[in-house]
C-alpha cells in the first residue's frame, strides 16, 4: 500500500488530537507540589482590587518554575499597585519556596502537628546525619521516602531570656533554610 495522503493526513490529525487532549505525554511534566504552612500569605482586595485579576495572579503565581518568574510577578505588583504589603510579600515567598521544592522533586512541603513534612526525598546517610544534628527530634522514613523536620520549639518563658516565636515569616526563612540544606542542590553546590 502506497502512502495515501488522506490516510497520513487523518494520522496526523489524530496525533494532534492526542496530543492536545494529554493522551500523548510530553517531555515536560507539570508537577503540583502542595505547600501548606501557617503563613498569612493572600493578596488582599485593598491591594489588588479585581477578583478575576487576583485569581490570574494566584494561578500564575501557582504555576511559577523558578525565582526569575516569581521576581517579574512581583515587579508587575509594584509597577500596577504599588508597595507590596506584608502578606503579599509572603505570598511571593511561598511562590519561590514552591518553585525550589519543585526543582527538587518534592510533591508537598506540609506543617503537620511538630513536623515539618517533605516528600517525596530521599536522604543519603550523610545527609541523615545532617538531619539529626542540625534539626533534633527529625525523623527520616526511608520506606515512605519522607523527611519529618522537627519544627523549633518555642522555649519555656523566661524572664532573662527573649527567644522570639517562629511564626509566619520567620517560619517561612526557616523552611526555606531547611530546604536548602537537605536537599540535593544545596549539596551539589557545596
Known sequence: MANNPVTLLTLVLIYIQEYKSGIIETEEKISECKVELPINAHLSSDYVPGERL?????????????????????????????????????LLGVAALRAQAKAVKLTEVVVQGKFLRLAPMVLPESRQLRLTRLYPGSLYKGAASTVLVALPKATSWNPSQNAPEIVDTSLLAWVVEVLNQLSEVSKASS
Open 54 to 90: 487576583r485569581l490570574d495572579l494566584y494561578r500564575r503565581l501557582a504555576d511559577v518554575k523558578s525565582p526569575i518568574d516569581v521576581s517579574s510577578i512581583e515587579a508587575e505588583l509594584l509597577d500596577r499597585f504599588g508597595e507590596l504589603p506584608e502578606e503579599a510579600t509572603a
